[in-house]
C-alpha cells in the first residue's frame, strides 16, 4: 500500500474520505487562491465534521508554513529525505 501511495495516491486504493482530504490539502497547499466553498463542501460530503476540516486545514497550512520558514533559511534537509 506503501508504495502504491508513494507512486500515485490518487489511484492507490484509498479511501473515498482519505482521497478527498488528501485532494483537498494538495489544492490548499498549491493553489490556495483558487479555494472555494465546494472544497470545504466536498470535505463534509466525504463524512467530515467541521472540526474535521478546520483540524485539516491548520495541518496542511502548518507544513506549508514550516516548510517556507525552513526554505527560507536554507535549512537542508534531513538525509533520509529523498530529493524528488
Given at each position: 500500500?506503501?508504495?502504491?501511495?508513494?507512486?500515485?495516491?490518487?489511484?492507490?486504493?484509498?479511501?473515498?474520505?482519505?482521497?478527498?482530504?488528501?485532494?483537498?490539502?494538495?489544492?490548499?497547499?498549491?493553489?490556495?487562491?483558487?479555494?472555494?466553498?465546494?472544497?470545504?463542501?466536498?470535505?463534509?460530503?466525504?463524512?467530515f465534521s467541521d472540526r474535521d476540516i478546520l483540524?485539516?486545514?491548520?495541518?496542511?497550512?502548518?507544513?506549508?508554513?514550516?516548510?517556507?520558514?525552513?526554505?527560507?533559511?536554507?535549512?537542508?534537509?534531513?538525509?533520509?529525505?529523498?530529493?524528488?
Amino acid at each position: 500500500m506503501l508504495a502504491a501511495i508513494e507512486t500515485d495516491w490518487r489511484t492507490a486504493g484509498l479511501s473515498e474520505q482519505r482521497v478527498a482530504m488528501l485532494t483537498y490539502a494538495v489544492k490548499l497547499t498549491e493553489a490556495p487562491g483558487e479555494m472555494v466553498r465546494a472544497d470545504v463542501d466536498a470535505l463534509r460530503e466525504a463524512g467530515f465534521s467541521d472540526r474535521d476540516i478546520l483540524d485539516i486545514a491548520e495541518i496542511t497550512a502548518y507544513y506549508a508554513y514550516a516548510n517556507r520558514i525552513a526554505d527560507g533559511l536554507g535549512v537542508e534537509s534531513e538525509p533520509w529525505i529523498p530529493d524528488d
